[in-house]
């Protein structure tokens, strides 16, 4: 007899807890659901909600910073190539440049030369070196540059055929 009442008194259980439902759910290890709603519960789960949004945000951004990188380096290595060229048209006028330079110094105190005449060739021979179209944008301030010289030297000159009389 104390076993059907046993018996009785579990199923009484079994069924109650079944049917109420509000408090609680499924087996009874889990916490009611009063114990559930607990304010820190509820900010715990809303932060790893957003956590898992940002997460998620951040992994869709990365593949288009992927593309915007790879339009960016593009972009990079076109002004590489771009500046590469000029430093080297540069140069290249430079170097020709030197040597006019270089041998209107050594002309201009050589003996027996007469310096009026190497300054006035010395002009038109700097402006025989060819000019790079890459350089275009600095024209002007290299023909100022061309006829600054071109006025030292004709000074230089003067100086010089001063000072040998």
């Given at each position: 007899?104390?076993?059907?009442?046993?018996?009785?008194?579990?199923?009484?259980l079994?069924?109650v807890?079944?049917?109420?439902?509000?408090?609680?759910?499924?087996?009874?290890?889990?916490l009611?659901?009063?114990?559930?709603?607990?304010?820190?519960n509820k900010?715990?789960?809303?932060l790893?909600?957003?956590l898992?949004?940002?997460?998620?945000?951040?992994c869709s951004?990365?593949?288009?910073?992927?593309?915007?990188?790879?339009?960016?380096?593009?972009?990079?290595?076109?002004t590489?190539n771009?500046s590469?060229?000029?430093?080297s048209?540069?140069?290249?006028?430079?170097?020709?440049?030197?040597?006019?330079?270089?041998?209107t110094?050594?002309?201009?105190?050589a003996?027996?030369?007469?310096?009026?005449?190497?300054?006035?060739?010395?002009e038109?021979d700097?402006?025989?070196?060819?000019f790079?179209?890459?350089?275009?944008?600095?024209?002007s301030?290299?023909?100022?540059?061309?006829?600054?010289?071109?006025?030292?030297?004709a000074?230089?000159?003067?100086?010089?055929k001063?000072?040998?009389?």
């Amino acid at each position: 007899m104390k076993s059907l009442q046993k018996f009785e008194k579990i199923v009484k259980l079994v069924i109650v807890r079944n049917a109420n439902l509000s408090g609680y759910i499924g087996s009874p290890l889990i916490l009611p659901l009063k114990q559930r709603r607990d304010p820190k519960n509820k900010l715990l789960f809303f932060l790893s909600a957003v956590l898992l949004m940002v997460l998620l945000g951040a992994c869709s951004n990365e593949e288009a910073s992927k593309e915007e990188k790879s339009k960016e380096d593009a972009a990079a290595a076109e002004t590489a190539n771009e500046s590469k060229e000029v430093r080297s048209a540069l140069l290249s006028y430079q170097e020709e440049m030197t040597k006019v330079i270089s041998n209107t110094e050594a002309s201009i105190t050589a003996e027996g030369q007469d310096a009026a005449e190497v300054a006035a060739a010395f002009e038109q021979d700097a402006k025989a070196v060819s000019f790079p179209e890459v350089l275009s944008d600095c024209a002007s301030d290299i023909d100022a540059s061309v006829d600054s010289l071109s006025q030292y030297y004709a000074k230089k000159a003067e100086l010089l055929k001063g000072g040998s009389e």
